[in-house]
């Protein structure tokens, strides 16, 4: 079982240069979603094909989804579908300045991680009111109903909290039930803030302004 990654964010983030260096994989100009494989680098491998010199090297692959930019204000449908069966994330914001590539409403790399982790906590919203609704009549019939029942409040309340689900502590049972459904914010979250050199140098670009929560870059 192949592990799958989507790469997503804000068009002109620099999503597709990160998906071409993880896969050596050239990008169309297609505003469709893309994959390709990329290799897993293992020193343990590489070790034992010194020893062995084999014709043929192996190395473990995760196939990555370069998924077209994602616009707020945007019909989020489209660009939900093409991460609904991803096992993690990477969430591309761009810091970088630049003349040439145009920006979508300015340089704030924080502000975009936001709204795309709205986005998803819309969706998690939507789809845990369906179960619930469905778990709800179930209840009297199936005997596992009340358990999942109980799994979903404690993400009700984490979402009503407008906290991701992959914050919500579970023991190793509810866990199990949780992995049954496709929530986006249980999904591994790697945010990857893309900063030009100058940013790199001074460490300095432009972060959270209000002192509430963190910036996960
Ligand atoms: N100056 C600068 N340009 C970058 C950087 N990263 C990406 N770009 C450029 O920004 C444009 C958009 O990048 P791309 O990877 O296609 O963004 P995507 O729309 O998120 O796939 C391309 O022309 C890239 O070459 C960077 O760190 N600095
Ligand atoms: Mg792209």
């Known amino acids: 079982l192949t592990l799958k990654i989507g790469i997503i964010g804000r068009p002109q983030a620099g999503k597709s240069t990160l998906f071409q260096l ?23 491998i590489d070790a034992l094909t010194k020893l062995h010199n084999p014709r043929k090297v192996t190395y473990a692959t995760i196939d990555f989804w370069d998924v077209p930019g994602f616009l707020p204000g945007q019909n989020a449908a489209g660009f939900l579908e093409s991460v609904r069966d991803v ?31 709205q986005e998803l906590l819309v969706a998690d919203w939507s789809l845990l009111e369906t179960r619930l609704e469905r778990i709800v009549k179930q209840r009297a019939k ?45 999904k591994p979250l790697i945010v990857v803030v893309n900063l030009d050199e100058e940013q790199m140098r001074t460490d300095s670009y432009p972060r959270k302004s209000s002192s509430k929560g963190s910036c996960p870059g």
């Open 87 to 117: 096992d993690a994330l990477v969430l591309v914001v761009r810091a970088f300045e630049s003349d040439i590539v145009p920006s979508y409403n300015g340089l704030q790399p924080y502000g975009d991680f936001n709204d795309i982790q």
């Open 22 to 44: 993880l896969t050596n994989h050239q990008v169309g100009s297609g505003n469709k979603a893309q994959v390709a494989v990329g290799k897993i680098p293992d020193p343990r």
């Open 142 to 186: 199936n005997p596992q109903a009340l358990g999942e029942l109980s799994v979903l409040e404690k993400c009700q309340a984490t979402l009503e909290q407008d906290l991701p689900l992959r914050e919500l502590k579970l023991d190793e049972d509810e866990e199990k039930v949780l992995r049954t459904y496709d929530f986006m914010t249980k």
